[in-house]
């Protein structure tokens, strides 16, 4: 059984930073894709940054810049987030595909706020 656990979401002012981070327990071994999704009240999920087992990374054009994403292990993903904006508010999820299944976390609330 694979889990999810994310963990570093919270409030942060407009320009600030946070950082997520994403734990995959389970047994994974090979190629995998591990990213990001986020959700706003009343919007459908959308795509944030994926990257690969092997290091490489995708990115929506409205993170471009701001968001990095990044490997610490073979299960293991982070999101540094730098310029956050109201926008940017919503429930964070990190996911795992592996072998054609994706895997979800619990999500992370992110707020944005003065």
């Known amino acids: 059984q694979v889990q999810l656990v994310e963990s570093g979401g919270g409030l942060v002012q407009p320009g600030g930073s946070l950082r997520l981070s994403c734990a995959a327990s389970?047994?994974?071994?090979?190629?995998?894709?591990m990213g990001w999704y986020r959700q706003a009240p009343g919007k459908e999920r959308e795509l944030v940054a994926t990257?690969?087992?092997?290091?490489?990374t995708n990115y929506a054009d409205f993170v471009k810049g701001r968001f990095t994403i990044s490997r610490t292990g073979f299960k293991n993903t982070v999101l540094q987030m730098n310029s956050l904006e109201s926008d940017d508010t919503a429930v964070y999820y990190c996911?795992?595909?592996?072998?054609?299944?994706?895997?979800w976390g619990q999500g992370t609330q992110v707020t944005v706020s003065s």
């Open positions: 389970g047994v994974i071994f090979g190629s995998n894709v």
């Open positions: 996911y795992i595909n592996w072998r054609g299944s994706q895997y």
């Open positions: 990257t690969t087992s092997g290091g490489t």
